[in-house]
């Protein structure tokens, strides 16, 4: 069955950049569409940002121009770049896809 594992969480300063990874097993990956979450807490989940099978995107408009999502259909990997961090950032962040699976989340905390 198709699982996800984040990685690349942490700790930064404001104005700061990380790359969250997210590795999803199977054979289908080229194929779905992926996107990342996150939650801070006591708040509701939030779609930070989305990416198609064929490569279009959306973006919150708290991340815009500053984040980027992007996709490995080679190593089975979607990734977020983020740059320019602000600490409203902070939260847990996950992967998912279109066909209803999710990671553990990976935590992100950026100090001011």
């Known amino acids: 069955q198709v699982q996800l594992v984040e990685s690349g969480g942490g700790t930064v300063q404001a104005g700061g950049s990380l790359r969250l990874s997210c590795a999803v097993s199977?054979?289908?990956?080229?194929?779905?569409?992926m996107a990342w979450h996150r939650r801070a807490p006591g708040t509701q989940r939030e779609l930070v940002a989305r990416i198609s099978s064929g490569g279009s995107t959306y973006y919150t408009d708290s991340v815009k121009g500053r984040f980027t999502i992007s996709r490995d259909n080679a190593k089975n990997t979607v990734y977020l770049q983020m740059n320019s961090l602000k600490p409203e950032d902070t939260a847990l962040y996950y992967c998912?896809?279109?066909?209803?699976?999710w990671g553990q989340g990976t935590q992100v905390t950026v100090s001011s």
């Open positions: 998912a896809s279109s066909s209803g699976v």
């Open positions: 199977g054979r289908i990956f080229s194929i779905i569409n």
